[in-house]
């Protein structure tokens, strides 16, 4: 933990003097989970991420998942991630297996969560042929480990037993390469939005997600990703 803390705060001079280029991106989510008994349940999710606003495919996301939820507070799940990643070069795709543990708390009106995941990722290789084409060239295997804080908390009521409710969250991603020692940052997001409940089972949330990561690997250009995120959830 000591040198996860050391090595953020040393990187707060580069963010300040990097190159950032701005994307403005539309991505939208459809989460649906289905309650097995009282403890076990499933959840999938899928989102449809669009860049330049809606005028190019960015990328699409497929998250099924298995939880066991021992109590109120401790979340325990395994998953698989699905993505394919489009590119001026060539599209790509990446299959993950994530273990997770989430950890939640309230506070007068205020829910807390922290969630733990870490990925072990098999990444299409992008080359460029001797032609000047690129094409796949095999697989990378890589691993990551997301952070992610999440508060929400209820605003004013709209009719009876519906209200609406602010949450934010940030989340870090750290690289381990393939290890469990972060080595560096990967991306960081921040979102803030609202959420209304559709129904007992159905509800909406919409926000602003900023998306900072670096470009490609570089360590001196980001990219800062300016997303509208709309995400649908629903309870079989």
Request: aromatic share 16%; net charge positive; no cysteine.
């Amino acid at each position: 933990m000591k040198k996860i803390i050391i090595y953020l705060f040393l990187s707060i001079p580069i963010f300040t003097i990097a190159q950032t280029q701005e994307k403005y991106s539309s991505w939208n989510s459809l989460i649906v989970d289905f309650q097995l008994n009282d403890n076990f349940y499933l959840k999938n999710e899928a989102h449809v991420r669009r860049t330049n606003f809606l005028s190019d495919w960015q990328q699409i996301l497929v998250r099924p998942s298995f939880h066991y939820k021992y109590n109120e507070t401790v979340d325990l799940a395994v998953g698989y991630t699905y993505s394919r990643n489009y590119r001026s070069t060539r599209n790509f795709n990446e299959n993950d297996a994530w273990q997770q543990l989430q950890l939640a708390h309230k506070s007068g009106k205020s829910s807390f969560k922290h969630r733990f995941r870490l990925e072990q990722r098999f990444i299409e290789k992008v080359l460029q042929m001797p032609n000047g084409n690129y094409d796949i060239d095999g697989t990378d295997f890589k691993m990551r480990f997301r952070y992610r804080f999440t508060w929400s908390m209820p605003l004013f009521k709209i009719t009876e037993g519906k209200n609406i409710g602010i949450t934010a969250f940030d989340e870090i991603w750290l690289n381990t390469d393939k290890g469990i020692v972060p080595r560096s940052i990967n991306q960081n997001w921040f979102y803030a939005g609202l959420t209304y409940p559709l129904s007992k089972k159905a509800s909406i949330g919409i926000g602003y997600l900023d998306a900072f990561a670096p470009a490609g690997n570089s360590n001196h250009n980001f990219i800062n990703n300016n997303i509208l995120q709309t995400t649908i959830k629903y309870h079989l």
